[in-house]
């Protein structure tokens, strides 16, 4: 079905041929994926088969005819046997779904039956049925690229030409297309994909020509990708100026949280020490210190006996803790607690023992 007998390719303004001597042969209903680095020559190839192009030296041979010797006014109806499918869908905005597919029909002259009946059929056969009428901007990438090829298999060609069908779209959107295309070829249409997909070509083990530079260096059978060594692949550098202070300040961050708090310096709060005991207290502490802490004592013996009421009028005359003045600024009393009195012990104002009145 299609042969390249030591095809070169030159353009102008190029000293490197985009093709050097390239010979293969293509058989009909195989599946052939092209494969090679940008610039390998690739796209050259389709277009040389789809007559886009023709060779600078030696033959290519497309369904029994060489393309050198088409005329322009025969190369319309040779391209009828062949459909394409490109990266950038190629789709016309202001036409729906079965404008644009039809249109290719009409442009060759097809009559209004075949192309009624066809149009349903190609759509079918994409997965896109009852979507005619929906407009181009209406649709997702992957609709898109699928109306595509709808509209290359309508006329139901022998040939079908895929340049990077997959190259605008996600994965998941990539794998439906391939779909589309492994069914169009088991219908019994030829396959020709120019592809840099390695894991569909890994996957699917169908027929692998490789071009490096123009050259043909490989032709395996149930192939793969190739050597993908050579593909540089993205490092992680190391962090600098502003984000590496915040990297190490969330790194001591979380340092400082994994240690607990016993390890952070305490700086806030009062040093805690543990009380000594009761008799080096009262060694260090003088006689003033001891008569005082003995009046206090008795105080808070007695106050059990008082009436709440009583004890909360007390307590509302002693000043706050925070306000009272230091303990070294009252002269210390010589008196036993015995002879003390009621009143004074409280440290309320004296009364007439006869006067009586609410004790609030």
């Known amino acids: 079905m299609i042969r390249f007998e030591n095809v070169t390719k030159r353009y102008r303004g190029t000293k490197r041929p985009a093709l050097d001597a390239v010979d293969f042969e293509i058989e009909r209903g195989e599946f052939v994926f092209l494969v090679g680095a940008s610039g390998s020559g690739k796209s050259s190839c389709l277009r040389l088969i789809l007559r886009e192009d023709t060779p600078s030296d030696g033959r290519v041979l497309v369904l029994g005819r060489d393309t050198r010797s088409l005329s322009d006014r025969r190369t319309p109806f040779f391209r009828r046997s062949i459909g394409a499918v490109f990266q950038d869908f190629r789709l016309l905005p202001s036409k729906t779904v079965t404008q644009n597919i039809s249109f290719a029909l009409k442009v060759i002259g097809r009559s209004r039956a075949f192309i009624k009946s066809a149009v349903p059929e190609a759509l ?86 490789e071009l490096r530079g123009g050259v043909l260096v490989r032709d395996e059978m149930r192939g793969s990708y190739g050597d993908t060594s050579a593909v540089s692949t993205l490092r992680a550098e190391p962090e600098r100026g502003a984000a590496a202070i915040a990297a190490l300040t969330a790194a001591l961050d979380v340092q400082r949280e994994v240690a607990g708090p016993a390890a952070e310096p305490d700086s806030g709060g009062d040093d ?22 003995a009046v206090e004592d008795e105080r808070a013996h007695e106050s059990a006996d008082i009436p709440e009421a009583e004890t909360e009028s007390a307590e509302e005359d002693v000043a706050p803790e925070d306000e009272a003045p230091s303990r070294s600024a009252f002269p210390a009393v010589d008196v036993h607690p015995d002879e003390l009195g009621m009143a004074d012990r409280l440290g309320l104002p004296n009364r007439d023992d006869d006067e009586v009145g609410p004790t609030s």
Do not use: C, W, Y
Request: aromatic share 0%; net charge negative; hydrophobic share 40%.
């Open 124 to 209: 079918e056969r994409v997965g896109l049925e009852g979507m005619g009428k929906r407009m181009p901007h209406e649709l997702s990438g992957g609709e898109q690229q699928r109306i595509a090829i709808a509209r290359a298999i309508v006329n139901r060609p022998q040939l079908l030409l895929a340049d990077e069908p997959t190259g605008n779209l996600d994965p998941t959107t990539s794998v439906e297309v391939m779909r589309v295309l492994e069914a169009i070829h088991a219908g019994g249409t030829t396959v020709v994909m120019a592809t840099h997909e390695a894991g569909f070509v890994d996957k699917m083990q169908r027929r692998v020509l």
């Open 272 to 293: 805690i020490r543990p009380e000594p005991s009761a008799e080096k207290t009262a060694e260090r502490a003088g006689p003033d210190d001891v008569a005082a802490e």
